[in-house]
């Protein structure tokens, strides 16, 4: 029986031919997801018909790998390769959501956005505003070769939040300056002092010493507490004399004074309220009267 033999060819994947791409563009890979994200937006809704939005991640990944091998292969459009400003997108043509607030806006409202884009897209990028196309990890050697306006690169002046840090640094420095410059004069001072009167006892000597100081202090004290006084005769201690007698006869006038005005204070409302009550009972007579001429 003739024995058969398979025989396997090795099969091997010939390399894709390397295209020029329009305006000088890199080819792009899948690690380039997030820097591709415009261009890829772009095309999945004017390819595919779909917006990013509404596609999960794995589904995204899925179009994604499609889309590289679009743009490797030269299949994209044009104005794909010459860069997407990101600041020229408009937003809701990116997804299928309609916001309310979309339709009440006015000219003016427009106008602002699009100028506030404007002025992010050149603070980015620099230049006019526009993005140009995004960088891939294929652009790090041939940075020259990139189409479009780039980052500006180079010294810049300072921004406010810049300025604002160096006057606090500043500040500080002039701060720790003082507090160091009063430290220093005061350990001149100190040395001074004990060249003039010698150094200060420390060790068992100096609590000694301070002992002694202390010592000292409370019988200073105790002395002086034992010789403090004053000094008066019984006669002023216990009262008497003239000058007693004129207080005790004037507190005497005072309240006789004082209950005088009371007892004119109480006639007069004794008379006020007489006059009222009088005046009250005349008033009831003349209503009396006044009803029984009319009434019987």
Do not use: C
Not at 37 to 66: M, N, P, Q
Not at 124 to 150: L, Q
């Amino acid at each position: 029986m003739p024995r058969s033999r398979s025989r396997s060819r090795s099969r091997s994947r010939s390399p894709e031919i390397q295209r020029e791409l329009p305006y000088s563009a890199k080819p792009i890979a899948e690690v380039d997801y997030f820097q591709k994200s415009d261009e890829f937006r772009i095309w999945l809704k004017d390819e595919k018909h779909k917006y990013f939005d509404e596609l999960t991640g794995d589904k995204a990944r899925s179009y994604f790998r499609k889309f590289v091998k679009a743009w490797n292969r030269g299949k994209v459009s044009k104005s794909l390769y010459a860069g997407v400003d990101a600041s020229q997108i408009i937003a809701r043509s990116q997804t299928a959501y309609k916001w309310s607030f979309a339709s009440k806006g006015s000219a003016h409202d427009s106008k602002a956005i699009q100028a506030a884009r404007a002025e992010v897209g050149a603070a980015t990028y620099g230049g006019s505003g526009s993005s140009g196309p995004s960088r891939s990890r294929h652009d790090d050697d041939d940075d020259d070769d990139a189409p479009g306006p780039r980052r500006q690169v180079g010294p810049t002046l300072p921004s406010t939040s810049d300025l604002a840090y160096a006057r606090e640094i500043e500040a500080e420095n002039r701060d720790a300056d003082r507090k160091n410059k009063r430290k220093r004069d005061n350990r001149d001072a100190r040395d001074r002092v004990e060249d003039a009167v010698g150094p200060k006892e420390v060790g068992r000597e100096g609590m000694l010493e301070k002992k002694r100081a202390r010592r000292e202090e409370d019988k200073n004290f105790r002395e002086g507490k034992e010789d403090a006084g004053l000094e008066v005769d019984e006669r002023t201690l216990l009262g008497g004399g003239d000058s007693f007698r004129d207080a005790i006869a004037r507190r005497d006038q005072n309240k006789q004074k004082f209950q005088g005005k009371r007892e004119e204070q109480a006639a007069l409302a004794r008379e006020r309220t007489s006059g009222a009550r009088n005046k009250e009972k005349q008033t009831m007579d003349f209503l009396q009267q006044l009803a029984k001429e009319r009434f019987g």
